[in-house]
């Protein structure tokens, strides 16, 4: 089995189709085809059915779906270890990030990091929360950060700092008027949201606002990839934004105010999310910072 034949398959699989994964990975149709099918003889089952010029996974397809992912993740991350240790580092962190989250927070403690432990690599990787979940079942990442308040099996968190939510508000509109938001007159107007599969946490808390004050969901919400295109979309009259105070306000944009909430919707907490196991010398030192920046923000 090689490793150009996993990475194969995976395009293949994504594509189910010769013709566009070979455009991808930049090989002819045919000498992709073959590779699949000696990936498949060497494996003893089909991965992929044919029928009338289409492709779909089978079943065994599935399941190799997952652990090709898995088999190239270890590999990347071999190789990842041996070049970090080639420039010097002696440890390793892999830290997921979700829901678009790039707080000033994250910034201190990284700066920590590298001050007070330059010989530990940190490694973000952005990521949705499924894939976060995913990635800490195959040991992709160390833990991850996010506001999402589920918890999966095998899994534990811990807050380390809370943040207030904002509404960005186009000038000119009514609700300037007002000192601080109710959610009640959020819901009255049209809201920009980050996307729910994108930013799945943020979707998860501010649905949670709404839910607690016995409020209706907004159906006429429109969704962005984050929050950079959500000022610029409240800045032209769209609708207002929703989100983290530590979050909207680092995208300021001349034709949008921001104004706080009333005090009755809670704050919202940023998790780190770990596997339920003891934790590398790293990974606990890399906690008890992300509680200290937390108690500083507290202070």
Known sequence: MRIRHLRYFLVVAEELSFSRA????????????????????????????????????????????????????????????????????????????????????????????????????VKIVEMTFNEMVKALGHDQIDAGFTVHTELSTGLIKEVVWTDRPIIAIPRNHPLLSLEKIPLQEVARHTLILCHPELCSGGYDVI???????????????????????????????YGIGVGLASQITLYSHPDVIVRPVTDDVPSTATFITMLDQPHTEELSRFISRARQIGELAIV
Request: charged share 25%; net charge positive.
């Open 207 to 237: 649905h949670r606002w709404f839910c607690e004050s016995t409020l209706p969901f907004p159906t006429n919400a429109e969704y962005v990839s984050g929050h950079e295109p959500m000022m610029m979309l409240v800045a032209a009259g």
């Open 22 to 121: 070979a455009a991808r990975v930049h090989i002819e149709p045919s000498p992709l085809s073959r590779a699949i099918k000696e990936l498949e003889s060497g494996l003893g089952v089909s991965l992929f059915q044919r029928t009338k010029g289409r492709i779909r996974l089978t079943w065994a397809g599935e399941v190799f779906q997952e652990e090709a992912r898995r088999m190239l993740s270890f590999m990347e991350g071999a190789q990842s270890r041996v070049l970090a240790a080639e420039k010097g580092y002696r440890g390793r962190l892999r830290i997921g990030l979700t829901d678009s989250l790039a707080q000033p927070y994250l910034t201190k403690l990284l700066a920590r990091c590298r001050e007070e432990e330059p010989l530990t690599e």
